[in-house]
T-cell receptor, first 117, second 116 residues
Framework: ETGVTQTPRHLVMGMTNKKSLKCEQH?????MYWYKQSAKKPLELMFV???????ENNSVPSRFSPECPNSSHLFLHLHTLQPEDSALYLC????????????????FGPGTRLTVL | AQKVTQAQTEISVVEKEDVTLDCVYE???????LFWYKQPPSGELVFLIR??????QNEISGRYSWNFQKSTSSFNFTITASQVVDSAVYFC?????????????FGQGTELSVKP
C-alpha cells in the first residue's frame, strides 16, 4: 500500500465502549497528525507527533489518547466518548528535513467516520 | 494573528463554466507555505498545490490555476471549464515550515457544486 491509510473507515460505538483508530503512513515521513472534522466546522488539529514524540496537544479532552509507537504508525484510543465527538477523524503525515527541521506538505488519509451513540 | 479566510461558503456552477475560489490569509511571518486541498464526498483531503511565500509565480496545472499575490495576501484558485468531478469542498491552508511543527491553519472551506 502507498500513502496514508486509516482503519477502520467507519466506526459506531456506544459511550461506554473503548475503541482505537489506526493510521499508517508509507511515505517515510517523521511527523504525524490527528485532525477532527465536525459537520459544518473547520478542521481542528488535535495532536502532533515529530519523530515519535508528541509536540502538540491542542487542549484535547483526555478521553482521546494518542499513541505513536514509531514514525509509521499513529493510534487514537477512544474511551467514554460523548455524542458530540461524532466526526470525521483524519490522520496526516509530513516529511521533516533534518538539520533545519523544516516540515513539508501534509498528506492525509481517507479518515475514519465515527458515530457515538 | 494567523488566519485563513474563505469568504465563499458555497458556489454552484454549470459544467464548463470557469470558477474562482477566493482565499485571503493573515500572518506577520515572512516564511510560510500556502496550500489548497480538495475534499471529495469520500472524505479524504487531496493535496493540490503548495506555494512558498518567496515564490509569487502563478501556476497552471491542466484546468487548475493559482494566483498568489502577497500585496493583497491572497491565494486564489481558478478551475477552467469545470466538470462534475470537480464537485467537492476546497480548503485553503497556511503553515509555517520552520516552526509550529508545520501545523496547518485551514480556512472554513468552499463547497463547489458543478451541475451537468
Amino acid at each position: 500500500e502507498t500513502g496514508v491509510t486509516q482503519t477502520p473507515r467507519h466506526l459506531v460505538m456506544g459511550m461506554t465502549n473503548k475503541k482505537s483508530l489506526k493510521c499508517e503512513q508509507h511515505l517515510g515521513h517523521n511527523a504525524m497528525y490527528w485532525y477532527k472534522q465536525s459537520a459544518k466546522k473547520p478542521l481542528e488539529l488535535m495532536f502532533v507527533y515529530n519523530f515519535k514524540e508528541q509536540t502538540e496537544n491542542n487542549s484535547v479532552p483526555s478521553r482521546f489518547s494518542p499513541e505513536c509507537p514509531n514514525s509509521s504508525h499513529l493510534f487514537l484510543h477512544l474511551h467514554t466518548l460523548q455524542p458530540e465527538d461524532s466526526a470525521l477523524y483524519l490522520c496526516a503525515s509530513a516529511g521533516v528535513a533534518g538539520g533545519i527541521t523544516r516540515t513539508d506538505t501534509q498528506y492525509f488519509g481517507p479518515g475514519t467516520r465515527l458515530t457515538v451513540l | 494573528a494567523q488566519k485563513v479566510t474563505q469568504a465563499q461558503t458555497e458556489i454552484s456552477v454549470v459544467e464548463k463554466e470557469d470558477v474562482t475560489l477566493d482565499c485571503v490569509y493573515e500572518t506577520r511571518d515572512t516564511t510560510y507555505y500556502l496550500f489548497w486541498y480538495k475534499q471529495p464526498p469520500s472524505g479524504e483531503l487531496v493535496f493540490l498545490i503548495r506555494r512558498n511565500s518567496f515564490d509569487e509565480q502563478n501556476e497552471i496545472s491542466g484546468r487548475y490555476s493559482w494566483n498568489f499575490q502577497k500585496s493583497t495576501s491572497s491565494f486564489n484558485f481558478t478551475i477552467t471549464a469545470s466538470q462534475v468531478v470537480d464537485s467537492a469542498v476546497y480548503f485553503c491552508a497556511l503553515s509555517f515550515p520552520y516552526n509550529q511543527g508545520g501545523k496547518l491553519i485551514f480556512g472554513q472551506g468552499t463547497e463547489l457544486s458543478v451541475k451537468p
